[in-house]
């Protein structure tokens, strides 16, 4: 073979290669997910930066928004295939008649792994539930998971969770709303729960979530009922990825804690320090009825439903 013609094979074999890597392209099934950036979402950023997702057909894209609520909204106007919420945004559109369904899970509440606490200035005279009567407390939106979680916890310590008065304020910012005693008291949440209670700036309360079970799923990957029904192999193959990325992850702490930096922008020499949010590799309704009942009975949701009308595949 003459030097020319060698280069004529070479090209064509690069022209075949490059061809090739355009379909396989084509052929992945593309997966959007809206999330606000948080530690909770580590499995699925590790899998997406290992390119766990490609290997089964999968673009895993992680599109950054500024809350569950928002990432909701956009799942169900069908602007991205799935979201990362709280289960709370999801039984509220579920009552209003919204299909959509839980479709992946995400973080689970276990007590003594809390990565949210409820939290008084350390100089701040409430030391019970009781002394919160009629009191100011902060959280990230009026009928969220925590002001639920709070009034679960008044409720079960022998305080008056009716007279309680909620505020709203970004977690990320909670801090000096609590020191500075605008509220009586707020829900940190890690990475900055971490930084207030090494600096002794707050003092913990309750960890308020307890109050709900002592384990149930708070977070979960929702999608359009109708794009679950018509992707379930897809649905199949993400989940098994994400199951495996999620037993690494809750495993290994210290290997992932450059992802952790990356997505909450805390220092990585830092992240040893922060508390882990532990992810489900499952979901049971026996993980979701819990926190539907819990806002049923504190008036977040009108009624209470069966965990499985907004499970997919239940």
Known sequence: MNRRTAIVALAATFTLMSRQRTVLAQALDVIRVSSPPTEGETNLFYAIKNDLFRRVGIDAQLISSFSGSASTAAVISGTYEMARTSTLALFLAHLRDIPITIVAPDTVYTSGRAVALLQVATD??????????????????????????VRAWVDARGGDWKSLKFVE????????????????????????????????????????????????????????????????????????VLGEATVYVNGHPNETAAFVAELTKVDVSDVAKLRRALISTQVTTQLVQPAIDAAAKYGTIAHVFPAREVIWGA
Do not use: C
Not at 124 to 149: F, T, W
Not at 170 to 193: C, F, K
């Open 169 to 240: 304020a970004p977690l990320a910012a909670m801090e000096p709303v609590i020191t500075s005693h605008r509220v009586d008291a707020g829900i940190l949440q890690t990475p900055v729960l971490d930084t207030s209670l090494a600096a002794g700036t707050t003092r913990t309360l309750g960890d308020v979530l307890g109050a709900i079970a002592p384990r149930f799923m708070y977070g979960a990957y929702v999608a359009r009922q109708d794009w679950a029904a018509q992707h379930g192999d897809v649905l199949r193959r993400f989940n098994r």
């Open 124 to 149: 701040s005279p409430i030391r019970n539930a009781e002394e919160l009567n009629g009191k100011i407390v902060g959280v990230a939106s009026l009928n969220d998971q925590y002001a639920l979680a």
